[in-house]
């Protein structure tokens, strides 16, 4: 068996700061490693559903150039209600709107 230097130099220093054998160090990582591996597979596979209802996936464009649109859409929609609220606001203070100046 081949075991890189420098990891197996860490092995024999936990070893040694915690009153092991290298021997029941390698051993306890092998164990540690199995049983990781059994419980990975043992456990039964969950879908994560992160937005939607994956039957309809081919309804909507997640294209880079439809997301774009989709924000500055969204962005524009934003600043119109934003002006809106600005005008009426000025308004019922009795302001005149800017002649753009």
Do not use: C, Y
């Given at each position: 068996?081949?075991?890189?230097?420098?990891?197996?130099?860490?092995?024999?220093?936990?070893?040694?700061?915690?009153?092991?054998?290298?021997?029941s160090v390698m051993e306890d990582a092998l164990k540690q490693l199995l049983s990781r591996s059994d419980r990975a597979r043992e456990r039964a596979r969950?879908?994560?559903?992160?937005?939607?209802d994956p039957r309809d996936a081919g309804l909507v464009?997640?294209?880079p150039a439809?997301?774009?649109e989709f924000l500055l859409e969204d962005d524009?929609?934003?600043?119109?209600?934003v002006e809106r609220r600005a005008i009426?606001?000025?308004?019922?203070?009795?302001?005149?709107?800017s002649q753009g100046r």
């Open positions: 068996m081949r075991i890189d230097e420098a990891l197996l130099n860490e092995a024999k220093a936990f070893a040694a700061r915690n009153g092991r054998t290298l021997n969950t879908e994560l559903i992160t937005a939607g464009d997640w294209s439809a997301t774009t524009f929609d934003h600043f119109v209600e009426a606001g000025r308004e019922r203070a009795g302001q005149r709107p």
